[in-house]
């Protein structure tokens, strides 16, 4: 069984920074995609930044500037630096990967326990 934690949401003023951490354990042969979405309430979930199985980033475009996604494969990590928050920003950030699990090469989608991110006026 994969795993994904998450880490690093809290309450910023508008302006502020934040980083998002998020890693992947268990019995893990492959992540293909790995990235983050947000769900702000009364409102659906949405993509925010991913890594896509060809490496490439995709992001949102009322992130694009502000948020950059990065990441660390040997620690099946990837992180969310966030600049310049806005409060149309709040919202419950999920980390995402589609993983191929080590012992029956089967692949999963993954979701992290989601963390709260709040940007006051």
């Known amino acids: 069984q994969v795993q994904l934690v998450e880490s690093g949401g809290g309450l910023v003023q508008a302006g502020g920074s934040l980083r998002l951490s998020c890693a992947a354990s268990?019995?893990?042969?492959?992540?293909?995609?790995m990235g983050w979405y947000r769900q702000a309430p009364g409102k659906q979930r949405e993509l925010v930044a991913v890594f896509t199985s060809i490496g490439s980033t995709n992001y949102v475009d009322s992130v694009k500037g502000r948020f950059t996604i990065s990441r660390d494969n040997a620690k099946n990590t990837v992180y969310l630096q966030m600049n310049s928050l806005k409060p149309e920003d709040t919202a419950v950030y999920y980390c995402?990967?589609?993983?191929?699990?080590?012992?029956?090469?089967?692949?999963?989608?993954?979701w992290g326990q989601g963390t709260q991110v709040t940007v006051s006026s």
């Open positions: 268990g019995s893990i042969f492959s992540i293909r995609t």
């Open positions: 995402y990967a589609d993983v191929v699990e080590f012992d029956t090469r089967f692949k999963y989608d993954r």
